[in-house]
């Protein structure tokens, strides 16, 4: 006879990840205004539990929980911000880091079980990159940022790596990212809509108490839209990707109609890098039988949407940062990131052997942004170093575009386009580290083990 502790942990473990996870997202948001800062480490304990019984169902259930976690964590951190006091540390968003973590400790007793997949090179030379410069940072006695940056950096690897590890099946892992995206995206878009016309007075607080300034104004009609993410490029990065795997994955009108105020919120992040990465993924599904009736059909659906829109009081906005795609380097932004190469490039030693990681306080003033992987592998690693981690995920990028060319099959080419789409985003992206390193790492190294056309070991690859 099973005693009641017993029946307690069966029926918690019995409950679908995704809804663990959101039951401890509203939870800390709810017990904010009473315990305040209490709930923060509690927050990151709750991660690790939900994190824990999710994987011990499966594979697919941790990857929704790790999307559920990814995209509203910072909506319960900015809640809780707003009552308990701004936390520059932004402690709360540690908690999906470490959700994520919990599939290495499986690795522990076999570590070696995916050293000789196909990514595990490029895992390999971005993680020795990663250590280059966690060590760096520890010489120069900066232990804030050497642990900060490292876990934010070796999480999603770990992650990876253990998916390639376990052996998980492709197609389960695909589906189950695309039902949660299904129903993250409109609950997403419909926020950042809401959000962009009368911003909510946590988001007001925590733009004012923030040093981001890509965010806009927090005014109505001023705000760069970020809804429950933690920036505008991290919110349009996801939109853009849900956006992708819904619409090739799952072409029902109902999930037409749920992906439109992800769309609508997509252009209000104002994020150009995210509107071209899905352009380019569209583009890439052209090249393909299997989805090439889609991405047209795409094509027409977002010229129509967009035409409707920019006769909305978002229009103008919207119409002038479209605009400015068409003025190329006399772009603000793009001689922003050209001074960023100048200045480094014009320093005693060139940037040679690096400067470890780093946070820089846009906001104060003769400081100066570090954008995308070029200049951040360059800044943090040294050229030399940096180079190679670059070459790292440039051979990741092209392993997941191969199988594309190979299996031919609507799976495979989203993972194509998403890959294509990371590469566009490099210059002004940071792939590999939090939520954005989880996206990239994730899907990227979903090569196809299910699919015999597509090798997977290093000896059988041609």
């Given at each position: 006879?099973?005693?009641?502790?017993?029946?307690?942990?069966?029926?918690?473990?019995?409950?679908?990840?995704?809804?663990?996870?959101?039951?401890?997202?509203?939870?800390?948001?709810?017990?904010?205004?009473?315990?305040?800062?209490?709930?923060?480490?509690?927050?990151?304990?709750?991660?690790?539990?939900?994190?824990?019984?999710?994987?011990?169902?499966?594979?697919?259930?941790?990857?929704?929980?790790?999307?559920?976690?990814?995209?509203?964590?910072?909506?319960?951190?900015?809640?809780?911000?707003?009552?308990?006091?701004?936390?520059?540390?932004?402690?709360?968003?540690?908690?999906?880091?470490?959700?994520?973590?919990?599939?290495?400790?499986?690795?522990?007793?076999?570590?070696?079980?995916g050293l000789r997949d196909i990514q595990a090179l490029p895992m390999a030379l971005v993680?020795?990159?990663?250590?280059?410069?966690?060590?760096?940072?520890?010489?120069?006695?900066?232990?804030?940022?050497?642990?900060?940056?490292?876990?934010?950096?070796?999480?999603?690897?770990?992650?990876?790596?253990?998916?390639?590890?376990?052996?998980?099946?492709?197609?389960?892992?695909?589906?189950?990212?695309?039902?949660?995206?299904?129903?993250?995206?409109?609950?997403?878009?419909?926020?950042?809509?809401?959000?962009?016309?009368?911003?909510?007075?946590?988001?007001?607080?925590?733009?004012?108490?923030?040093?981001?300034?890509?965010?806009?104004?927090?005014v109505p009609y001023g705000v760069r839209t970020f809804s429950v993410l933690n920036g505008?490029?991290?919110?349009?990065?996801?939109?853009?990707?849900?956006?992708?795997?819904?619409?090739?994955?799952?072409?029902?009108?109902?999930?037409?109609?749920?992906?439109?105020?992800?769309?609508?919120?997509?252009?209000?992040?104002?994020?150009?890098?995210?509107?071209?990465?899905?352009?380019?993924?569209?583009?890439?599904?052209?090249?393909?039988?299997?989805?090439?009736?889609?991405?047209?059909?795409?094509?027409?659906?977002?010229?129509?949407?967009?035409?409707?829109?920019?006769?909305?009081?978002?229009?103008?906005?919207?119409?002038?940062?479209?605009?400015?795609?068409?003025?190329?380097?006399?772009?603000?932004?793009?001689?922003?990131?050209?001074?960023?190469?100048?200045?480094?490039?014009?320093?005693?030693?060139?940037?040679?052997?690096?400067?470890?990681?780093?946070?820089?306080?846009?906001?104060?003033?003769?400081?100066?942004?570090?954008?995308?992987?070029?200049?951040?592998?360059?800044?943090?690693?040294?050229?030399?170093?940096?180079?190679?981690?670059?070459?790292?995920?440039?051979?990741?990028?092209?392993?997941?575009?191969?199988?594309?060319?190979?299996?031919?099959?609507?799976?495979?080419?989203?993972?194509?386009?998403?890959?294509?789409?990371?590469?566009?985003?490099?210059p002004l992206a940071n792939l590999i580290s939090g939520e954005l390193g989880f996206l990239?790492?994730?899907?990227?190294?979903?090569?196809?083990?299910?699919?015999?056309?597509?090798?997977?070991?290093?000896?059988?690859?041609?």
């Amino acid at each position: 006879m099973q005693t009641a502790s017993q029946a307690g942990r069966l029926s918690v473990e019995s409950l679908p990840g995704w809804l663990l996870a959101a039951g401890l997202l509203t939870a800390s948001a709810l017990l904010g205004p009473v315990a305040g800062s209490a709930v923060r480490p509690l927050f990151i304990i709750g991660c690790g539990v939900v994190g824990y019984l999710a994987w011990r169902q499966g594979p697919a259930q941790h990857m929704q929980v790790l999307l559920v976690l990814f995209c509203f964590a910072s909506l319960a951190r900015r809640i809780v911000d707003l009552y308990a006091g701004f936390d520059s540390s932004g402690l709360m968003l540690v908690g999906p880091l470490v959700a994520m973590l919990v599939p290495a400790i499986y690795l522990l007793s076999d570590w070696t079980a995916g050293l000789r997949d196909i990514q595990a090179l490029p895992m390999a030379l971005v993680f020795g990159s990663v250590a280059y410069a966690s060590l760096l940072t520890v010489f120069q006695g900066n232990w804030s940022d050497a642990a900060s940056n490292t876990v934010k950096s070796i999480a999603p690897l770990a992650y990876a790596y253990s998916l390639v590890s376990t052996r998980v099946s492709r197609s389960d892992i695909i589906d189950s990212a695309t039902v949660a995206f299904l129903w993250i995206l409109p609950l997403m878009g419909l926020y950042g809509i809401y959000q962009y016309i009368d911003p909510p007075e946590w988001d007001r607080f925590w733009m004012k108490s923030a040093t981001i300034l890509s965010a806009g104004q927090p005014v109505p009609y001023g705000v760069r839209t970020f809804s429950v993410l933690n920036g505008p490029a991290s919110f349009a990065t996801f939109t853009a990707a849900g956006l992708l795997m819904v619409y090739f994955l799952r072409p029902t009108f109902l999930g037409m109609i749920l992906s439109i105020p992800a769309a609508v919120a997509l252009m209000l992040s104002m994020y150009r890098t995210a509107w071209i990465s899905l352009a380019v993924g569209i583009v890439f599904s052209l090249f393909f039988k299997a989805t090439r009736g889609r991405g047209a059909g795409s094509i027409i659906g977002i010229a129509v949407m967009i035409g409707i829109v920019l006769m909305t009081p978002f229009g103008d906005a919207i119409n002038e940062r479209f605009a400015s795609l068409s003025q190329g380097a006399g772009d603000g932004s793009a001689r922003e990131r050209i001074e960023e190469f100048l200045i480094l490039w014009n320093r005693p030693d060139s940037g040679l052997i690096g400067n470890g990681f780093s946070t820089v306080d846009v906001g104060s003033a003769g400081s100066v942004a570090v954008d995308g992987m070029f200049m951040t592998c360059w800044l943090s690693m040294g050229m030399l170093v940096g180079l190679v981690c670059i070459a790292a995920l440039l051979l990741a990028i092209g392993n997941a575009i191969s199988v594309a060319w190979i299996d031919r099959q609507a799976p495979s080419i989203v993972i194509g386009a998403l890959a294509l789409g990371a590469l566009t985003q490099m210059p002004l992206a940071n792939l590999i580290s939090g939520e954005l390193g989880f996206l990239f790492w994730t899907f990227v190294v979903l090569l196809p083990s299910d699919i015999q056309l597509t090798p997977q070991r290093w000896d059988a690859y041609p």
